[in-house]
């Protein structure tokens, strides 16, 4: 009978055994094991007590046999008991202890505590702890069965210790690759789509779920390289060559909406420990702002070389006129010229400091100067008298109220507008006609407005009238000078002082198109 008891009591801990070798689920490890060391020795209750290596201090992980209140109320004893990392056994004494306590106050009948540590190597996992009535007596035998089942325990925490870790660094990579800027695209041996990030989704207009299981080549349809090969072509010449270089190609792509993007996509071969490609990570980046970026680049030193050439020439020419040793020139001869050369000279100095003005924009270094009392109807009057005699087909009018608010603004950039706004209105309206400044008074704010009669603004060209080198394409502005950096200045002044600017086309042609421009701004009072 003795062996027969031993043989059942062995199978038992083989079949519990099974069961933890097959669960990687923590919680329900824990119950298998306290469980199975409970009723393995018929005691009355158990519990488990694992070290915690985030924070180096023990913990009960799991109980048996014991009501939810009872335990909730013992519980503090043992929680968050500290050891230090490879001294955890030093800490048993003091842990057992306290156990012991617990069972005492549990009042279920406890007269001694089994105590089998579960070890993994020389590493202390935890403490099982069994609580026993006086009437049973656990043989040696027993114990030592008990006992190899705790060191078995011992790997099966551990090992769901490790699924746990596994499927929290899974979840960080997913998050990270759900979050991710960067188009991220995992592709199979055969070139299947097997993950698709939201990113790339965007930039490739294709929806997610769409996107699984197609083909690459579905997905990347290149309208025009920039580099030589695409994937495909790549691995049909030998990709990826010894050391899994990565593949860069870069183009515009045709987008699922039948519109295009800029974009650079690195792949990046995974290869197993043969040397054999079981997977391509492909990191995608947008480069549609890098490219706008170069054609502003294009666009800045195209303008300012054409800008910088016209009053430079002029300057040498003239000065090499009234530098002739063979000429006499009367006086007012030289006047005129003199004033030749420092108009042309200002139209440098004002060119220069839009660069500076639109580099200081760039740079964030950009700041006001504010002054108080700034009165824009007055700046409105300065400016038209300056402008009245440069053209005799225009008709400037002034239309301010009495007593027009004044406001706290840097004056010299607020001059700035004005001449940007006027100058435009004058520039754009070359048959002439009236260019009206007026200005009204709210509660809070004043508006300025700046009216011409000129050609209008085609719409295909409205949405990028305030940005940098922005000029419109027609055959006016390419005859008039101008660095396309007037009305990106005006709107960083305004903007700055806590205002905005917009415009509107003058409805009144008959054939529908515009009869001039309307720019207004509001500043606050």
Do not use: C
């Amino acid at each position: 009978m003795l062996v027969d008891y031993r043989v059942r009591q062995r199978e038992y801990l083989l079949a519990i055994s099974r069961a933890l070798t097959s669960e990687l689920d923590l919680a329900d490890v824990l119950r298998i094991i306290v469980q199975a060391s409970v009723e393995f020795i018929s005691g009355r209750a158990g519990t488990i007590v694992l070290a915690d290596p985030s924070d180096n201090v023990f913990r009960i992980a799991a109980v048996y046999g014991l009501q939810r209140d009872v335990f909730d109320q013992l519980s503090p004893l043992v929680m968050g008991l500290p050891f230090q990392p490879g001294q955890e056994q030093e800490i048993i004494p003091e842990l057992t202890k306290r156990i012991r306590r617990v069972a005492q106050e549990a009042d279920i009948g406890v007269t001694q505590v089994l105590r089998l540590p579960m070890l993994s190597g020389d590493q202390l996992i935890g403490m099982i702890y069994v609580f026993q009535s006086a009437s049973y007596r656990i043989s040696s035998d027993a114990a030592n069965l008990l006992q190899s089942f705790a060191d078995q325990a011992a790997i099966a925490v551990k090992n769901a210790r490790l699924y746990q870790e596994v499927i929290h660094e899974k979840q960080q990579q997913d998050a990270i690759l759900e979050q991710s800027a960067d188009g991220i695209m995992i592709l199979d041996r055969q070139l299947s789509v097997i993950r698709f990030n939201p990113s790339i989704s965007r930039m490739s207009g294709w929806q997610q779920q769409d996107a699984i299981g197609k083909p690459h080549r579905d997905i990347i349809r290149w309208h025009k390289l920039r580099t030589e090969l695409t994937l495909e072509s790549a691995l049909a010449n030998g990709w990826p060559l010894p050391g899994a270089a990565t593949l860069y190609v870069e183009g515009e792509l045709d987008r699922s909406s039948g519109d295009m993007i800029s974009l650079g996509i690195t792949y990046a071969p995974l290869m197993n420990p043969k040397g054999r490609m079981t997977n391509i990570i492909a990191n995608a980046r947008d480069l549609t702002r890098y490219r706008q970026e170069e054609e502003l680049q294009k666009t800045f030193i195209s303008v300012v070389s054409h800008e910088l050439k016209t009053p430079v020439s002029i300057i040498k020419g003239y000065a090499g006129t009234l530098g002739r040793r063979d000429a006499r020139w009367s006086p007012s001869e030289i006047h005129d010229y003199a004033a030749v050369i420092e108009e042309e000279a200002d139209q440098l100095t004002e060119l220069i400091d839009n660069l500076l003005e639109a580099s200081r924009l760039q740079s964030g270094s950009f700041q006001l100067e504010i002054n108080e009392e700034i009165e824009l109807d007055k700046l409105a009057a300065n400016t038209v008298r300056k402008f009245e005699g440069q053209s005799d087909r225009h008709k400037m009018v002034l239309d301010f109220p009495a007593e027009f608010p004044s406001i706290s603004g840097d004056e010299r950039r607020l001059i700035q507008v004005f001449n940007n706004l006027i100058s435009n209105a004058i520039k754009y309206s070359p048959e002439g006609g009236q260019i009206g400044i007026s200005g009204r008074a709210h509660t809070d704010y004043v508006t300025i407005s700046v009216r011409d009669e000129g050609i209008g603004i085609p719409r295909h060209e409205q949405h990028r009238i305030f940005e940098k080198f922005a000029r419109l394409d027609n055959a006016l502005s390419r005859k008039t000078e101008g660095t396309g950096l007037g009305l990106f200045l005006t709107k960083a002044i305004i903007e700055a002082h806590g205002g905005s600017i917009w415009f509107s086309d003058n409805s009144g042609r008959e054939n529908g198109d515009t009869s001039g421009t309307t720019f207004t701004f509001s500043l606050p009072r």
